[in-house]
C-alpha cells in the first residue's frame, strides 16, 4: 500500500475514533441529563408523598377537617406528578404502576375513614368496637401503603442515581478507551512511518554517504511498493548508470595514465638520447673552430657557429622539455611558501646577472601560499623571466608582484609594463612552443608559460593573463587545494 | 528494502520494533483493561465456594415460595456454594414448627405464623420477605347457604386453617367491612381439606390461599362465591429461622439471598419459563396457576412497613387468644437485616 494511502487511512480511522467518541459523549450525556431529570421527578414524588405521610399522620390523630383537605390537596399533586412522569425503563413502570395501584387503594381508605355506621345487626358498644377495629385497621393499611409508596419512590430516585452512576463510568471508559485508541492509532501511525518512510529514508541516506565516499560497491535494494521504494529503485537505478559510467571513465583514465606515462617515458628518454648527439655537434663544432679555425674562411666558420648556436637551442629545449616533464612527475610536498620571499631571491638573481638591465621591482611584502615550494619556485622564476624579457626593450621597466581578491579569492599577479600581447591570442599563451612574439625579440623556448600552467593546475589553481599591446601584461593566477603528494602519473590531465 | 545494504541499520531496526511492539502491547492492554474494567462494573461474577455448604429449608408446596423454586432448578445455590435441602410440609405454620424444633435450619411462611410464633415465646428471625399480595387471599363461599356479600357471612360456618394467614384474612375481611369478627363460626380445617370440605358443606365458606381458593372454587362450581378484599390485608411470605441459626450462618444466609436474588431476576426477565418451572417443581398444571400467579409480586425485601402488619397481627393473636394479652411485641430484633445488606441494601428500608 502507498504510504499516502496509509495516512489517508490513518486520518480516516483518527476521524472515525474521534466521531465515535463524541458521538458516546453526546449520548451519555443526554443520559446523564435524563437521569438527572429523572432523579427530579422521583424527588418531587417522595416529596409529595412524604407529605402525604405527614396529613395522614396529623389526621389519624386528631381527625380534623384541615388534615382531611390538606390529605386530598396533596393526593391530587401526587397523581397529577404520577400521571406526568416520564420515567422510562421496565422497573421504574413497574414501580409507578405500583405507586398508583397503591395510590388507588390509598385513597378508597381514605375515603372510607368518613365514618360509616356499623352492621345494624350489632348493638351500640359492639359497633364502637367495630368502628374503632376499622378505624385501626383503615389506618395501618393507609400507612403501609404510604410507607410502601415512599419506599418505591425512594427506589425510582436510586434507580435514577444509579443510572447516572453508570452514565459516568460509562463516559469515564469511553473517554479512555477514545484517548487508548488514539494513542495506539498514534503509535501505529509513528511505526508505520518509521518502518516505511523513516528507516528506508535513513537506509537511503546511509548508502547515498557511502556512496558519495567513493564505495561504489553499495547497492539501494529493491524497496517496497509505496513512494519510498520507487524512490529507492530509482536511486539505484542512477547509481549503476553512474558506476558504469565511472567505470568508463576509470578505464579511459588508465589507459590516458598509461599512454602519458609511456608518452613521457619516450618524451624523456628521446630528449635524454638527443643530448649525445647534440652534445657531439657542439663539441666537435666547437673543436672545428678551434684547432681548424685557420683552415676554414669566414663562411665556414659562420656555418660552425650556427650549428653550435642550433644545437644548443635545441639542448635548451630538450632542457625545457625535461622540465615539462618534471612538473608534471614530481611529488608534491606542501607548505606553506612565502612567495616575496621567492620573488626577492628571482629578481635578486636577474638584476645581477651578465649584462643586467636597471629594472623597478615593486615586490608586496610576506604574500604566502599552501604549495610545494620547488614548483612553485619554478612557476615563479618562469614568469619573472617571462617579464623581465619583455620589458627588455623598455626604458622604465618595471615588474610588480602583488595579490588582490577576485571572486573572494586571492589572486597573485606579476605585472609588467613591457610589450604586452595582443589577446586575441591568449588562448596559445600557455601551450608549449607557442609564442606570440618572434624569438629574435624576446629569445625562448615556448615553453616556460606551459610549466607555469601546469604547475598551477597542480595546486588545483587556476591562471589567466590581461594584456594591452605595448603597455604591459599582468599574469594572474590562484592556489586552490593543491594534489596531495600525488605523482604526477595520478594527474592525467597534466 | 533489501536486506544487504547496510548491516547497521538493519542492526537498529530490531530496537525500533521491540519499542513499537512494546507501545503497540501497551495500548491495547489498555484498552483490555478499560473494556474488562467497563464490564467489570456491569457483570459481577459469582465465585462458587469449594465445598458446598448444607442448608435444609421447610416449606410448603405453594407458589408463594416460587424463587425458592426457581433457584434450586436453576442452580443458583450451587453456584452461590450451597447444597440445599427441601422439605415439604402442608402449610407454612407446619414448616415454622419443624425449624422450632431444630429439624430444619429455614422455613418459609407467611408472616402471620411467624408473628403467632414470636408471641408464643419462639426466637425466629425473618431474613428476607420474598412474596407478597393482596389478591392471594379470598373468601370462597356456597352461594346456596344466602352467601352473596360480605355481611351474609354472619352466622355461618367458616373453614380455616387455624393459625394461618387464612384465619388472619378472615378477620381483617370482616373488619374491612364492619363486622364483628366474633359473628362467625370458624372451624379448623387443614389447607388440603378445605375443597373438599367446603364441596360436602360441612362448611358455608372458607378464607384460603392459592391454590387452595382455585380448588374451592372448581369444586363449587357455579355455587361459589368468591370475595376478595386487597385493601385488608396483603400476605408476605418470608424466609424465617432462628435467630442463633441466621447469626450463626451469616455467610450461608448471604449466599443464600444472593441466589434468591437471581432468581428474582430469572423471573423478572422471563416471567413465563419461570412460571413453567414453578408449576413443574409443584407437580401441577400452569393454567391452574396463572389466575393466582399475576396476582403475585416476587421481590426480596425488608420493609419498615411490614412492622405495622407484624404489629397488628400480633394484636390480632392476642384478641384471638392466641397468646395472653400483653403489649405488642419489638419486632425489630427479629429481622434480620445483615444478609440484605450485604447484597442490595437499598433492599432494606426498615429503619435500623
Known sequence: MKIGSKERLATASLLGVICVIALAVWWTYAELDDASRERREA???????????????????NHSERARAQWYEVSRRVDNLLAASRLAGQTEQELLAGLRDKRTEGQQIFGDLALTPADDRTDASGAELINRRYEVQSLNRLLIFEQDNLGAA????????????IAER????????????IATIKVGVSWSIRRNVLTPVARLQHVAYQVAGGDWGLEFGRGGDDEVGDLTRNLGRMTQSLRHSFARVERSNQELVSLNKELETFSYSVSHDLRGPLRSMDGFSLALLEDYGDKLDEEGKDSLRRIRAASQRMGRLIDDLLGLSHVTRVNLKIEIVNLSEIVREIAAALDHQKNARTVQWLIEENLTARADKNLLGIAMQNLLQNAWKVTGKTPEATIRFGMQRQDGRQAFFVADNGAGFNTDYAAKL????????????????????????????RHSGTIWAEAKEGKGATFFFTIGQPEHDNPGQDNPAG | MADRVSPQLNGNRPRYGVRVIAAAVLGAAVVVALVLGYLGTRYQSSTPAAALEKVSIAMPSVPHAALMYIAAARGYFAEEGLEVTMMPTIHGKAAIELVVQGKADLATA????FVVSITKGEALGIAANMFNSSKDMAIVARRDRGIAAARDL???????????????????????????PESVTLVEIPPEKIAQELATGTID???????????????????????????????????IGRNDFLTGHSKAIEKLVRAMLKAEEFNRARPEEALNLVAEQLKTDVESMRPGWKNFNFRLDLAQSQLMTLEEEARW????????????????????????????????????
Open chain 1, 43 to 61: 424527588s418531587d414524588i417522595a416529596r409529595a408523598l412524604t407529605d402525604m405521610r405527614l396529613v395522614t399522620d396529623e389526621y389519624a390523630l
Open chain 1, 154 to 165: 425512594f427506589r425510582l430516585s436510586d434507580l435514577a442515581t444509579e443510572r447516572g452512576n
Open chain 1, 170 to 181: 460509562r463516559l469515564f471508559v469511553v473517554v479512555l478507551s477514545g484517548l487508548a485508541l
Open chain 1, 430 to 457: 600557455f601551450e608549449a612552443f607557442q609564442r606570440l612574439h618572434h624569438a629574435d625579440d624576446f629569445p625562448g623556448t615556448g615553453i616556460g608559460l606551459a610549466i607555469v600552467q601546469r604547475i598551477i593546475r
Open chain 2, 110 to 113: 407467611s408472616e402471620v405464623v
Open chain 2, 154 to 180: 354472619i352466622g355461618k360456618k367458616i373453614g380455616v386453617t387455624l393459625g394461618t394467614s387464612g384465619e388472619y384474612f378472615l378477620w381483617a375481611f370482616l373488619i374491612r367491612h364492619k363486622l364483628p
Open chain 2, 205 to 239: 365458606a372458607t378464607a384460603t390461599w392459592q391454590p387452595n381458593v382455585l380448588d374451592a372454587q372448581l369444586a363449587l362450581h357455579d355455587n361459589a362465591v368468591t370475595m376478595y378484599e386487597p385493601l385488608a390485608y396483603t400476605e408476605t411470605f418470608n424466609i
Open chain 2, 317 to 352: 393473636a392476642m384478641e384471638r387468644g392466641y397468646v395472653e394479652k400483653k403489649p405488642v411485641p419489638n419486632f425489630l430484633p427479629n429481622l434480620y437485616l445483615d444478609a440484605l445488606l450485604a447484597t442490595q441494601p437499598e433492599r432494606v428500608t426498615v429503619v435500623h
